[in-house]
């Protein structure tokens, strides 16, 4: 991991996998008591309204300011403009 991010606080943050797990953990507790599924378009509604009303319980990741450093590292073209100076540069 400390390869991949770009700060202290991304590796310190993206190295569980609470960030992944929490927003699954909302959405089992909201369509627990569902038990008849009619079909996949009923899923979808009901994973996506789960999903939505998770969100409004998330808190900023650690380092979200930095977040473009971690998008140049993995993705080098979808950063035009980047001059890495010591290891760290904004976008210009």
Known sequence: MDAVAATRQQCRCLATTNISESPHAG?????????????????????????????????????????????????????PNLQLAAGHARPR
Do not use: C
Not at 37 to 55: C, D, I, K, P, Y
Not at 63 to 75: C, K, S, V
């Open 27 to 79: 959405v089992r507790i909201r369509t627990r008591r569902v038990t008849h599924w009619q079909n996949g378009n009923m899923v979808l509604r009901w994973m996506a309204s789960a999903f939505l009303r998770t969100e409004r319980r998330f808190k900023k990741i650690m380092g979200y300011r930095d977040l473009w450093a971690l998008e140049a590292i993995l993705n080098p073209a979808a950063v």
